[in-house]
């Protein structure tokens, strides 16, 4: 059944206290619940989320079995008649038996290696116990584990521990999607954070044992995220204890619970030997968004799931800006803007576009998405460029003054910044509910120093939205005069019309425009400028963003015409030769520079120029330019290769880390003329993960890594994380006709562990990511991934929902590539017992075809 935001209604019960205690057991885990309810004035029947999976075995009002004919159940609900309940408060109590082992969806409760953890957001809770599973059903929780297991954990603080049995109480009021539970034999990494205001709470990173020494990184991270959110936000942390688990099946990546948050074990374990600076990156970001969804999620949380983005968009806004604050601000935002392209701009132009606040959906799950993450984040970065940095201030402060303990609205949100800056914010909040990437297009003219930009706005139609209204784009631009001094400083111009000029006065020669500084707005500019202005706003640009821009257009430009069999790129060589000599540049800004645009987003602008991509001919013409830069700099390559090599022990740090990312950068380009050469010897001898996956990687692509694989095996085969990214790179790194065939190998593999969401998303995660290898003109590549998602359907219809993505760009290819992928997805669409999860991706995807 389709869910409609228009049909919220308010729950007819409160709901003043919940009492949960729970019997650990693999099989027929015994959950009893005592909820105390308050009826409404008119009596109502009572709804309780919770299906078939639920064995009750008890239930009770106020002690007293009611009719069973009063009763009813369907397969995802229990239904007790108003006639059977009382119009006073009253308690009714459950006993149900559940089945943590069988759990393969990682929904609920389940068993991940020997640990008993939970996963309720959006709707895991009515697999523990039936339930008014919705978030804007709140209340305080009293928890009691049994269990033999050495440690219990639940939300809150704890109350009672003794052999055999926790109790812990949460005082802060919360929906059933913020519960948790975790109970195994793990060890902690301990320390204590004092509050600004005098609290001194104790911190855990629990991990299976032997896992300590690769648990102090995420421990740092906790703390520098603790410190941060007081200094810049002013919110403190607000219970005694604040714990952390790790474990090896999980879903997504972490999980905010009150108090207890539940991660992936590949955003918590670290160290030099098995982690790369990007997973170290990850980490530390991760671990700041859910320590900051303590404030935005948790003590202000969600009406219902449409507003999903009010507290994602706003969280992972703050996961940026921390980043930005503790390494190099230029560089996040950078890395941002890729990500956001890649995943969210791709989403946004083919069938599963939808708004950040989507306005109906089947399986809310199905919408945790590019868009709904990241995309919130991008509008709120423009709301605080339009409102400045102190409106930004004002407005959070009464956000979380005005709706502490609130599940609120995007609306409510939004009125708070309406509330605290005076601005009407009625077109702003297009954003919030219209799909779809708005293509800017800028001319100029110059006359009497006078130079004026015309900008138009225009958003292509996207599924179920015809029409787009023009929206509020704020655009940042700054001026560059002819000798490259800036002559304007940053002015951020607001569009609001669908076509609209601005004017430079008063200017002594023609400058050159920088527009979008900073990736002001998430739109697409196009704008006409010949490859001599993009390399000299390369060179001179005063903003980074602005500045790497420029040689990413060029270096599209190049690649575009190549794969298309035009000559290009001399102009984007030289350019970028000028800039990885610049030693005075950042070496992280440099590595970005060199780094080609990926086969994906070459594709992906050809298809928004109206050409159909050839993911062949794409592939050839990346390898080509990769291959003419380093002959061209092929010095200058190898003394940035020998000067960056970093010395002393390993450091994740940003600067570090930059330096790695440059050495790598150059030792990609140079394998296109050593043979390998420097990459097997850097893999013999580098001390860290990073630089041996980059050497790997290298070796791979020119079909010699048979050695290396075999020696990181050797070393690392008993280390799950390490053995993920030896799956994925082998994959990802395959000559794109030989991908398929890799993948398959690979798949036939014992310590293939496919139930294992990292272990799959690295094989098939990996394919996906070898774009002419998953686009195989005969179709091997959909095949088999398609055989896939059929059988992890039936055992996790998240991850089969989730990875079935890979097909979303289909319409874009010819004709012959269109008929494998339709073909594909009609077969995994007529599988019997196909999940809701998987059933309704499928159809968004094929009614584009
Ligand atoms: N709220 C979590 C986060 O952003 C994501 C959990 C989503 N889980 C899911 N099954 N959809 O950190
Ligand atoms: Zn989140």
Redesign the pocket.
Known sequence: PVQHLADYRPYPFTLSGTHLDVTLAPRGTIVRARLELVPGALPVDLVLDGGRGLDLRALTIDGHAPDPAHIRRDDETLTIAAAALPSAPFALETEVAIDPQDNTAF?GLYLSGGIFCT?C??E?FRHITFYPDRPDVMTTFRVIIRSDMPVLLSNGNPVRQEPGLAEWHDPWPKPAYLFALVAGDLVAVSDRFTTRSGRDVALNVWVRPGDQDRAGFAMESLIKSMRWDEDVYGREYDLDVFNIVAVDDF??????NKGLNIFNSKLVLASPDTATDTDYERIEA?IA??YF?NWT?NRITCRDWFQLCL??GL?VFRDQQFTSDLRSAAVKRIEDVQTLRARQFREDQGPLAHPPRPDRYEE??NF?TATV?EKGAEVIGMLKRLVGDEGYARALDLYFDRHDGDAATIEDWLLVFEDATGRDLSQFKRWYTDAGTPMLTMEEAWQDGTLTLTFAQSTPPTPGQPAKPARVIPIAVGLIGPNGDEVAPTRVLEMTEAQQSFAFEGLGARPVASVLRGFSAPVMLRRQMDDATRAFLLAHDTDPFARWEAGRELALSALTDLSQGRDAGADYITAIGALAADDAADPAFRALCLTLPGEEEIATRLASLGVTPDPDAIHAARDDLARRIAVAHQDLLARLFDDMAVTGPYSPDAQAAAGRSLRIAALGLLGRIDGGDRAEVLFGIAGNMTERMAALAVLLRLGRGEAALRILHDEFGDNRLVMDKWFSVQVMAAPPDQAVAVARRLAGRKDFDWKNPNRFRALLGGLAANHAGFHAADGSGYAFTADWLMRMDAANP?IAARMSTAFETWPRYDATRRGHAQAALEQIGILEGLSRNTREMISRMIAAG
Do not use: D, L, P, W
């Open positions: 929904e996963q957001e959006a895991g879903n997504m990546g972490a999980m905010e991760v968004h859910e969804h999620g507290k994602e969280t809310i799950n945790y993450y998240q």
